[in-house]
């Protein structure tokens, strides 16, 4: 059995798309700090404290969701 990716890899293989789950995707590969291994709630409350803009945060959720379905197939 193949093992799915975790999240922030997932992500960061969009950071070509041309979508706002691509700016994500290319702002988190550029930050060194990304608590990659936090879970939503972990990198959504680290995008507050840093003073995202709720789309940012909106986008994280987006692609969250995307990321669950897919490991649900």
């Known amino acids: 059995?193949?093992?799915?990716?975790?999240?922030?890899?997932?992500?960061?293989?969009?950071?070509?798309?041309?979508?706002?789950?691509?700016?994500l995707a290319r702002d988190v590969a550029a930050d060194p700090d990304w608590p990659?291994?936090?879970q939503l709630s972990g990198q959504r409350e680290y995008l507050e404290e840093r003073g995202a803009i709720p789309a940012a945060v909106e986008t994280l959720e987006r692609a969250w969701e995307l990321y669950e379905a897919r490991q649900e197939r």
């Open 1 to 23: 059995m193949t093992r799915n990716p975790g999240f922030t890899t997932w992500l960061k293989a969009h950071a070509k798309d041309e979508s706002a789950i691509g700016d």
């Open 36 to 38: 990659s291994r936090r």
